[in-house]
């Protein structure tokens, strides 16, 4: 599935290096509620952005980009406190709903981080990915999605609970 081996994943600097940079965001009250709304049916919604987060903090860190950016606005991506109802409506303006309670949230975001959030649902959506993090933060959106809808992203929840004390 993820073709690192588990190890390079979780190493002792990937693991440090983004506790610091999403600590401060999870223990929050805002980011803590995700955990009562259902994400993709099989996980909650926290869970299921901590996973975003990490693997595009990860493969942005991999790659040389901007990690710091990747993993907070994939923390941030889903940040709304409204049941999925399936509708066209929420799949095309959450975005926006997810981004305006993030610049709350954080006092405000970067361009960057803005775009990112904005653009994680196109093509659907209005907001076009505009830096190669935006583009990354869409497609591990997908990914996790995938492992959400077929029962596989816990495993990886899992480890990233026991690797990671900030996110618990
Ligand atoms: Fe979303
Ligand atoms: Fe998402």
Same mark, same amino acid.
């Given at each position: 599935m993820i073709s690192w081996k588990r190890k390079k994943l979780f190493s002792q600097e990937n693991e440090s290096r983004f506790n610091e940079y999403i600590k401060g965001l999870c223990a929050t009250e805002q980011m803590q509620r995700l955990r009562e709304f259902d994400h993709h049916k099989q996980i909650n919604r926290y869970d299921h952005v901590l996973l975003v987060s990490f693997l595009s903090f990860a493969l942005a860190r991999r790659w040389g980009w901007d990690d710091k950016a990747a993993a907070r606005a994939g923390l941030l991506h889903d940040?709304?406190?409204?049941?999925?109802?399936?509708?066209? $409506? *929420?799949?095309? %303006? %959450? /975005?926006?709903?997810?981004?305006?309670?993030?610049?709350?949230?954080?006092?405000? *975001?970067?361009?960057?981080?803005?775009?990112?959030?904005?653009? %994680?649902?196109? /093509?659907?959506?209005? $907001? *076009? /990915?505009?830096?190669?993090?935006?583009?990354?933060?869409? *497609?591990?959106?997908?990914?996790?999605?995938?492992?959400?809808?077929?029962?596989?992203?816990?495993?990886?929840?899992?480890?990233?609970?026991?690797?990671? /004390?900030?996110?618990?």
């Open positions: 940040l709304f406190w409204t049941e999925c109802d399936g509708t066209v $409506h *929420l799949c095309i %303006h %959450h /975005p926006e709903t997810a981004c305006a309670n993030a610049e709350a949230l954080t006092g405000g *975001l970067t361009k960057k981080e803005r775009n990112i959030i904005l653009s %994680h649902m196109w /093509p659907a959506g209005r $907001h *076009l /990915p505009r830096c190669r993090e935006a583009w990354m933060v869409d *497609l591990v959106d997908t990914f996790v999605t995938v492992l959400d809808l077929t029962n596989r992203s816990q495993k990886y929840n899992r480890m990233l609970a026991e690797a990671v /004390p900030a996110i618990n």
